[in-house]
T-cell receptor, first 115, second 114 residues
């Protein structure tokens, strides 16, 4: 079975500090993409960052970066210089490039940035 | 470019009533997804369309849920009759094509069944 596990239901960080959100996944496929999505109270899912599994280099997007450990099936998100607007639910997800291309989401981590 | 549109944003119904949700994907997007997001959980795929054909509906409770995308553009998701456990946010997403990993989400419809 394909699964995504986010073991931190809630986290908090001081404004301007750095925080890391954890994610592990399980799949027998070799070709897949990993994602982090942000869902603020407005409920709109916003793509934060995407990683292609065949690329060893970790993806970065401004203040957001990932630590992708393919052998360990780990995909953590690091947010640097945290801002109040980063307060949201963060979902880890992956999609395999075979079959029906279905997203599998984790249960989410609620992040609160404190002033 | 307009995003994915959904309506209504909120709906409150009593159990055993019926309800319908509407989704208009981004223009030109061939693939459309409906997700159910129960409070405290991640989105779960209910049904996936490629144009007007169903690609995956393995997790759709077909005794009460139905969905259609007749002209390969707009889609409706219906629940009849609703149960208390159907209370959730229903998200619609679209993608340019099957196999394109980019998914664009709508704002969702929050359903409360009392």
């Amino acid at each position: 079975a394909q699964t995504v596990t986010q073991s931190q239901p809630e986290m908090s960080v001081q404004e301007a500090e750095t925080v890391t959100l954890s994610c592990t996944y399980d799949t027998s496929e070799s070709n897949y993409y990993l994602f982090w999505y942000k869902q603020p109270p407005s409920r709109q899912m916003i793509l934060v960052i995407r990683q292609e599994a065949y690329k060893q280099q970790n993806a970065t997007e401004n203040r957001f970066s990932v630590n992708f450990q393919k052998a360990a099936k780990s995909f953590s998100l690091k947010i640097s210089d945290s801002q109040l607007g980063d307060t949201a639910m963060y979902f880890c997800a992956f999609i395999t490039l075979s079959g029906t291309y279905k997203y599998i989401f984790g249960t989410g981590t609620r992040l609160k940035v404190l002033a | 470019e307009a995003g994915v549109a959904q309506s209504p944003r909120y709906k409150i119904i009593e159990k055993r009533q019926s309800v319908a949700f509407w989704c208009n994907p981004i223009s030109g997007h061939a693939t459309l997804y409906w997700y159910q997001q129960i409070l405290g959980q991640g989105p779960k795929l209910l049904i996936q369309f490629q144009n007007n054909g169903v690609v995956d509906d393995s997790q759709l409770p077909k005794d009460r849920f139905s969905a259609e995308r007749l002209k390969g553009v707009d889609s409706t998701l219906k629940i009849q009759p609703a149960k208390l456990e159907d209370s959730a946010v229903y998200l619609c997403a679209s993608s340019p094509a099957l196999g394109d990993t980019r998914q664009y989400f709508g704002p969702g419809t929050r359903l409360t069944v009392t």
